[in-house]
């Protein structure tokens, strides 16, 4: 069930502050459903938090495409940040 696990993930992500637990949950969750916007939300701030920016745009990417329309907008200026920190 995709809802448990998004929970076991917030679970590691918030109660334990393991971020690398978080990813794999949520990437088994994607697995299973690849537009799951939980999932996808928690992937992208869980990459911030470990500093590594290219899994943070590549979940910054499926929320663009998948998210709600109210976080298409920051998904893609956050996305345009982290390209304008690269040149």
Avoid: C, W
């Avoid at 690849?34 to 745009?57: C, F, H, M, P, W």
């Avoid at 998904?75 to 920190?85: D, T």
Wanted: glycine share 4%; hydrophobic share 40%.
């Amino acid at each position: 069930n995709v809802g448990f696990m998004n929970n076991i993930g917030s679970y590691y992500m918030i109660a334990k502050k393991d971020y690398k637990a978080a990813l794999k949950v949520y990437s088994k969750v994607l697995k299973k459903s690849r537009t799951d916007y939980i999932a996808i939300k928690n992937s992208s701030l869980a990459a911030r938090q470990l500093g590594n920016v290219k899994l943070e745009k590549k979940y910054l990417v499926l929320l663009a495409e998948h998210g709600p329309e109210d976080e298409k907008a920051p998904a893609l200026h956050r996305l345009k940040a982290l390209e304008s920190k690269k040149k």
